[in-house]
T-cell receptor, first 116, second 114 residues
Framework: DAGVIQSPRHEVTEMGQEVTLRCKPI?????LFWYRQTMMRGLELLIY????????DSGMPEDRFSAKMPNASFSTLKIQPSEPRDSAVYFC??????????????FGEGSRLTVL | GESVGLHLPTLSVQEGDNSIINCAYS??????FIWYKQESGKGPQFIID?????DKRQGQRVTVLLNKTVKHLSLQIAATQPGDSAVYFC?????????????FGSGTRLQVQP
């Protein structure tokens, strides 16, 4: 079975450019999470969706970041305009529906973003 | 491969030895905990989880211990192998409402010497 699919795997861009990261969750999963990983701050939750609806976006750094989930099989994380401090690895993860409301996160391979 | 943290605490063990990785969590409301393994250039992978109504859970070569009194979690790996070399993260989540998200610790790098 295909896991969580992220694209691009690597992106190098210049400061001020728009960046769009994409994620396809595992089929049947109903929650999707965007995390950012840096050396200084580790893994930080940016936003998560449940049934395509944003539940908690308190981790989104600022208005330059936006995320959408137009349907159950696709999500985007957009940075506009990008800045060098946005350089990080961005992970998407998904989980299936569970009675307990919690469970294992299945992570993608990540998108490494470098903003020059 | 990528480095996930230049300042991560590092545990170095000999192949075949047992490893113990520790994690302190801060939220007393957390009731679900997971250990993840992250290899260089990859996303975190699930190892084992435990709920707060348990204090021990065993998997294949791994055991997680939970001490709620002191808010401490540990991961024990038996007969450590070179393939176990990675960064290990503990993660927690409190029950608030609806769907919950995991909060990750800073990680420990495990180096297995052949």
């Amino acid at each position: 079975d295909a896991g969580v699919i992220q694209s691009p795997r690597h992106e190098v861009t210049e400061m001020g450019q728009e960046v769009t990261l994409r994620c396809k969750p595992i089929s049947g999963h109903n929650s999707l999470f965007w995390y950012r990983q840096t050396m200084m701050r580790g893994l930080e939750l940016l936003i998560y969706f449940n049934n395509n609806v944003p539940i908690d976006d308190s981790g989104m750094p600022e208005d330059r970041f936006s995320a959408k989930m137009p349907n159950a099989s696709f999500s985007t994380l957009k940075i506009q305009p990008s800045e060098p401090r946005d350089s990080a690895v961005y992970f998407c993860a998904s989980t299936p529906p569970t009675l307990a409301g919690i469970g294992e996160l299945f992570f993608g391979e990540g998108s490494r973003l470098t903003v020059l | 491969g990528e480095s996930v943290g230049l300042h991560l605490p590092t545990l170095s063990v000999q192949e075949g030895d047992n490893s113990i990785i520790n994690c302190a969590y801060s939220n007393s409301a957390s009731d679900y905990f997971i250990w993840y393994k992250q290899e260089s250039g990859k996303g975190p992978q699930f190892i084992i989880d435990i709920r707060s109504n348990m204090d021990k859970r065993q998997g294949q070569r791994v055991t997680v211990l939970l001490n709620k009194t002191v808010k401490h979690l540990s991961l024990q790996i038996a007969a450590t192998q070179p393939g176990d070399s990675a960064v290990y993260f503990c993660a927690e989540t409190p029950r608030i409402q609806g769907r919950r998200a995991l909060t990750f610790g800073s990680g420990t790098r495990l180096q297995v010497q052949p």
